[in-house]
Structure formats: C-alpha cells, structure tokens
C-alpha cells in the first residue's frame, strides 16, 4: 500500500485477532482505508479505535454464508485492493468451516477485487510436525485452497496462502503482506508461501 498514491481499500476478515490488529495498524500507517471485519462486534471496535480516521469496524461471521452473501451484494463493484482471510488464525478449531467459508466470501467479493488490486491472502499456521493427522489435512486443504481459488478468479484477482512457521510472529506476517501488496498484479499468483519460524 503506498500513501503517496490514490488510497487503498482493505479488508481484514476474522480481525479480531493479534495478526488483525498487527495487520490493521500498518495497512492504516501506510495510508489505506481498513474494514476489521470480526465477529465479535466489540473486538472490531477496538480494532478500529486505535486508528478511527483510517479502520472502520464491521460485525460479520465469516463462517455464515448468508452474512457473506449479504456483504458481497451490499460491497458490489465497489474497488477492493486487498483481501486478507485470518479465519483460520481466529477460529482454529472451525477450521472446516473455515476451508468453505474463504471461497465463498471471497467469490461473493468478486466484482470489488476485479476493479481493485485484487490481492486475496489466506493466512494459516502451519502444523508441527507431531500434530494429530486432522491438522495435516486441514493445512493440505488449505494449501489447495490458493491454486484452486486463483484458477476460479482467472485474472480478477490474485490468491495466495501465507503459512506462518511456528513462532514466525504477526511482524513477519506484516512484512509479507506489505511486499506482495506492493507488487500489484505483477506478484504471485496461486502461491503457497511459507513464512519461516522464528530464527530460521
């Protein structure tokens, strides 16, 4: 995002998290204009006092697909720059869910990424290697996710999986962020991109 340059529009979904109030307060800093959208409207409140002229606040869940339906018919064609899915960051144990839900909305948000930047970033953690198998699968689904997703967005958007290491930390996760949205639709397209755990 580059305050020099027209503002940006982003959208934080599942904010109410640390990496959502990480990721608000830079996005704000640089410049853009932040929807924290969260389910719990007082967390998205917070979020947004911390920088009221720049984050606004929304009560969503994500994981209800009629709430997502309603939003992406109310947002329309309305220019979306940036898109970040923390589902799987603020709901660890809905992660199925989480897995339906990030297509959805994000397909329900289809016209407002096609006439913005368009970068849609799914964030999850990835498991340690002695975690139960449904953790594996979860993150196999999610790594799918992002070519699967970027092949239905064709060239309105561009989706990609950060996957935090352990330890990787929400100024890791920032410093990604910033960098592909800096890159505009010249960056990574259906990219898995591992953030490495702290000290590696």
Do not use: Y
Request: with cysteine; hydrophobic share 50%.
């Amino acid at each position: 995002m580059d305050a020099k340059g027209s503002r940006k529009t982003a959208l934080i979904v599942a904010a109410g998290c640390a990496a959502g109030g990480a990721l608000a307060g830079m996005l704000a800093a640089q410049g853009a204009q932040v929807i924290v959208a969260d389910h719990s409207e007082r967390r998205a409140m917070a979020l947004a006092r911390r920088a009221p002229l720049s984050v606004e606040s929304l009560a969503l869940d994500p994981l209800r697909p009629g709430q997502c339906r309603r939003f992406g018919d109310i947002w329309g064609d309305t220019p979306l720059d940036l898109l970040v899915h923390l589902h799987p960051l603020r709901s660890p144990r809905r992660l199925g869910a989480a897995v339906a839900a990030i297509p959805a909305l994000t397909r329900a948000l289809d016209a407002g990424l096609a006439r913005g930047e368009g970068l849609v970033l799914v964030v999850c953690d990835a498991p340690r290697r002695d975690a139960p198998p449904e953790v594996h699968a979860f993150d196999a689904a999610f790594m799918a996710l992002a070519p699967l997703m970027q092949a239905e967005a064709g060239g309105h958007a561009r989706v990609n999986l950060l996957r935090l290491g352990p330890g990787a930390g929400t100024m890791a996760l920032a410093a990604a962020v910033q960098r592909l949205a800096g890159q505009g639709r010249d960056g990574p397209r259906g990219a898995v991109i591992d953030l490495p755990a702290q000290g590696d």
